[in-house]
């Protein structure tokens, strides 16, 4: 894509090299058998394949919608589901895989849903962190990448649901300015 407003963040070897890290990484830390993996819609779809495939451990996939409103302008973001799982996660070892944590507010409220589903753990993987930006705690085991504040997209985040199939993460400027 030919955009001159978008600058190259992380290249696609970065995210890539530092994808099969946290693959080796996470493989090392569970104990045998499935990993619960939990995609939430929908940016994070292209994070979770190449990581699921990253994995030395049998994977289980699921996928969760969500919809917040009112997201990183106020603590008081409402959240909703709008797609549930389809499995059962008791006793199972869940990640949750997200693309990005800014305020929170998606991945606070997310584990206090998903903790009462009795999973034997659960953690998160985000390829990005934004900490600057949080407005609810959430711990997250496994980080990608460390951000600045900036709009990014590629790899799976969007503006205006444009450039998630970029391969770079990519920083989006204000259009230039032509007399
Ligand atoms: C993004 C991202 C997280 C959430 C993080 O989703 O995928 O789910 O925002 O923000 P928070 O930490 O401030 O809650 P978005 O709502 O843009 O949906 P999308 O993945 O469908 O683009």
Do not use: W
Not at 17 to 45: F, M, W
Not at 99 to 125: C, F, W
Not at 156 to 168: F, M, P, T, V
């Amino acid at each position: 894509m030919s955009d001159t407003n978008l600058r190259v963040l992380l290249s696609e070897e970065q995210i890539q090299t530092r994808i099969r890290e946290l693959g080796e990484k996470i493989s090392q830390d569970y104990p045998a058998g499935h990993l619960h993996l939990i995609c939430i819609l929908k940016g994070a779809v292209f994070f979770m394949t190449d990581l699921a495939r990253a994995l030395k451990r049998d994977v289980l996939v699921d996928f969760m919608g969500i919809s917040t409103y009112g997201k990183g302008k106020t603590s008081s973001g409402e959240v909703r589901v709008t797609k549930d799982l389809d499995i059962s996660l008791e006793g199972a070892d869940v990640l949750i895989v997200e693309d990005i944590v800014d305020s929170g507010v998606t991945l606070n409220y997310l584990m206090h849903v998903l903790e009462q589903r009795k999973p034997r753990s659960i953690r998160i993987a985000a390829l990005l962190d934004k900490p600057e930006r949080r407005l609810r705690p959430v711990h997250v085991s496994y980080v990608g990448f460390e951000i600045p504040d900036e709009f990014v997209v590629g790899y799976g985040l969007d503006y205006a649901e444009k450039y998630r199939n970029l391969r770079d993460i990519c920083v989006l400027g204000e259009p230039a300015v032509t007399a």
